[in-house]
């Protein structure tokens, strides 16, 4: 168990859908990182907050957007899905510091489909 | 090309056999280097990381890069079914905007008793 946790586990929606997924870091840590896992794609990286603030920007859709709260959790909203929106999606977390990223523990991630 | 490369298999070996796990890069900016184990349905988990060239080695598992030739590898000895998961390699630079991971597509590998 890495310490991270992400809900839900498994999200069925139809196209044109919005759906919000959240992340909890490891106690103590403040990066959050959101991954995409396909078949075809692999693991790209989507986004990164650190402390409530985004830090790094990757592959990340316009109809995509995330926050990091207060408490640390993260959300990653989805919309207007569609069917290729369809992966799991993985949150990673790490240590106290921005500039240089330690370790990260990856959540047990949510399987989105999208019919 | 992609920034890191790795053949996605799968890889399959008879129960004991010694593994070898690849992956190619181009980038030279990549200064720490990573192994992450994930079997399916899971969360991929961190089991080795190293910086710049060498060996590191961690009980059954060890680690080698080979920063000249921009290649790095995983060696599994003794290797068990409960080894059988996806091996993702990751590499990163040591500063600014590099230093999130670009990872490998992953490599499948089944060892069967």
């Known amino acids: 168990d890495s310490g991270v946790t992400q809900t839900p586990k498994h999200l069925i929606t139809a196209t044109g859908q919005r759906v919000t997924l959240r992340c909890s870091p490891r106690?103590?840590?403040?990066?959050v990182y959101w991954y995409q896992q396909s078949l075809d794609q692999g693991l790209q990286f989507l986004i990164q907050?650190?402390?409530?603030?985004?830090?790094a920007k990757g592959n990340i859709l316009e109809r995509f957007s995330a926050q990091q709260f207060p408490d640390l959790h993260s959300e990653l909203n989805l919309s207007s899905l569609e069917l290729g929106d369809s992966a799991l999606y993985f949150c990673?977390?790490?240590?106290?510091?921005?500039?240089?990223?330690?370790?990260?523990?990856f959540g047990p991630g949510t399987r989105l489909t999208v019919l | 090309q992609k920034e890191v490369e790795q053949d996605p298999g799968p890889l399959s070996v008879p129960e004991g056999a010694i593994v070898s796990l690849n992956c190619t890069y181009s980038?030279?900016?990549?200064?720490?280097f990573m192994w992450y184990r994930q079997y399916s349905r899971k969360g991929p988990e961190l089991l080795m990381y190293?910086?710049?060239?060498g060996n590191k080695e961690d009980g059954r598992f060890t680690a080698q890069v080979d920063k000249s030739s921009k290649y790095i590898s995983l060696f599994i000895r003794d290797s068990q079914p409960s080894d059988s998961a996806t091996y993702l390699c990751?590499?990163?630079?040591?500063?600014?905007?590099?230093?999130?991971?670009?990872f490998g597509r992953g490599t499948s590998l089944i060892v069967h008793p």
């Open positions: 990673a977390s790490s240590g106290r510091s921005a500039a240089r990223t330690d370790t990260q523990y």
């Open positions: 106690s103590g840590d403040l990066s």
């Open positions: 907050y650190y402390n409530g603030e985004e830090r």
């Open positions: 980038n030279s900016a990549f200064q720490y």
């Open positions: 190293t910086y710049s060239s």
């Open positions: 990751a590499m990163r630079g040591a500063s600014g905007g590099s230093y999130i991971p670009t």
